[in-house]
């Protein structure tokens, strides 16, 4: 691989990033600094993959570059005092600007305790080789790959490669990182790596519940989630969210069928409650509390995932009515019957939750609680009664017009 980026940048990144880009290291050249693009956006350039946002970092002080730049950069800039770090938003690219620093943990999860370093001893605090590349961005070295840990060349063999024996040990989210990566680019562990994974496993004791629900989440936002699931499965990492999360075959088809139909539109939550389906009520109770997400709307929709269960029967019947099917599962969360119409439900049940979603959950009546006063039906309990009836009849199909809706609402109220 050549060594010069120059060209990749400038047909990877959009016009006015690239502009604060090379603002950025002029400025931080006139201030004596060094500055790189580092992490992510090295390693999608070099992958040629749409790049995410911009992580800019500088061998002096974040906060005063970015004040420099702030007169002739474009972008909304905020400054984060108490990190020492700064963002520029540039239409929907947010580029952040930090200072170098070395990292030291106390004890495997902590927060590490962090000094101001150089690029080598930034790159060196990173969790893969992949992740630790940097790009020169200076006035004169423009374009430059840094590559002191051999990223370039794991990105050539496909390889997710932790920098140091202990890397798992300090931050063990790095093991739920080190699947997605590997999913998301269709790499492979190195095999010193995946064997300190599985010795490591254990370190997941030590994570935050928001640390821990942070990668959930991340996983079920990826393009591919049922392929992170089932390899976190495989690899022993799913047992330790929760002994009774595993990958099986109902969870597998239904990972595979959100993938065949729309799988960018899934939202995460509904990634989610394919996650959680199986599980009864105490698992699930204390997976959403390992996770921290009790009283979430993850919280209450896996609930209503567990509550559509015991409605199973009942969907399960071919001559059940329209209206009974809308009541039935009308206080459900289309999210939740998306998920349980995706698993390998009997077709009957599939059926019924296909037509809710599809046709049912959108019939509204023609008339308004309004145009029923208007009527001259007396406002009150009786406006609801009749409304509820007007939804029955038009869903069975038993009316169609505004006309056949006065009519039923007349005879209903006795006018
Ligand atoms: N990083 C790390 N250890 C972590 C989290 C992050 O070393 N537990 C470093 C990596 O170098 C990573 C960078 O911080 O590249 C930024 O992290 P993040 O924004 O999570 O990842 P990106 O690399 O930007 O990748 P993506 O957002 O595409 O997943």
């Known amino acids: ?15 006015p990033v690239i502009q604060l880009v090379r603002t950025a290291g002029r400025t931080a050249a006139r201030c004596g600094f060094n500055s790189y693009l580092v992490g992510g956006i090295v390693r999608d350039i070099l992958l040629n993959r749409p790049p995410a946002d911009i992580d800019i970092m500088v061998d002096g002080d974040a906060v005063r570059l970015a004040g420099e730049m702030a007169r002739q950069a474009d972008g909304k800039l905020t400054i984060h005092k108490a990190f020492g770090t700064a963002t520029f938003k540039l239409g929907n690219c947010r580029v952040d600007l930090s200072t170098c620093r070395g990292e030291t943990y106390d004890r495997p999860g902590a927060l590490p305790k962090v000094k101001p370093g150089d690029i080598r001893q930034d790159l060196f605090r990173r969790d893969f080789s992949i992740n630790a590349l940097a790009i020169c961005i200076n006035p004169g070295r423009f374009g430059l790959l840094i590559d002191y840990y051999g990223g370039s060349q794991d990105l050539a063999d496909k390889l997710i ?4 024996a202990k890397s798992f040990q300090d931050d063990a989210t790095r093991i739920m990182r080190a699947v997605r990566y590997e999913q998301r680019l269709d790499f492979k562990l190195e095999h010193n790596t995946l064997k300190l994974l599985r010795r490591d496993l254990e370190m997941l004791d030590t994570i935050s519940s928001d640390r821990l629900k942070r990668e959930v989440l991340l996983w079920l936002g990826e393009a591919g989630p049922g392929k992170i699931v089932r390899r976190a499965s495989q690899m022993g990492i799913l047992p330790k969210l929760h002994p009774a999360l595993k990958w099986n075959r109902p969870m597998q088809v239904a990972f595979s069928r959100s993938a065949a139909c729309n799988a960018a539109g899934t939202p995460v ?11 009864g009520e105490d698992a699930l109770y204390e997976l959403l ?22 409605k199973q029967a009942m969907l399960d019947n071919p001559s059940i009515k329209n209206s009974e099917l809308y009541f039935l599962l009308r206080d459900t969360d289309p999210a939740v019957l998306q998920a349980v119409w995706l698993y390998p439900n009997p077709s009957m049940v ?10 049912l959950r959108h019939v509204k009546t023609l008339l308004t609680g309004n145009n029923l006063t208007m009527l001259g039906i007396k406002p009150g309990p009786q406006v609801g009664a009749i409304l509820k ?27």
């Open 1 to 15: 691989m050549h060594n010069n980026l120059t060209v990749e940048i400038e047909a990877r990144l959009p016009g």
């Open 161 to 164: 490669r932790i920098s140091h």
């Open 269 to 279: 939550i509904t990634y989610f409650c394919l996650l959680v389906f199986q599980l």
């Open 289 to 310: 509390l390992r996770l921290n997400l009790l009283g979430s709307r993850y919280d209450l929709l896996s609930y209503q995932g567990l509550a559509l269960k015991e």
């Open 350 to 359: 599939r059926k019924n939750l296909h037509l809710f979603l599809t046709k």
């Open 389 to 415: 009836k007007m939804l029955t009849a038009r869903l069975d199909g038993l009316i169609k017009t505004r006309a056949d809706e006065e009519k039923l609402a007349r005879r209903l109220a006795g006018i």
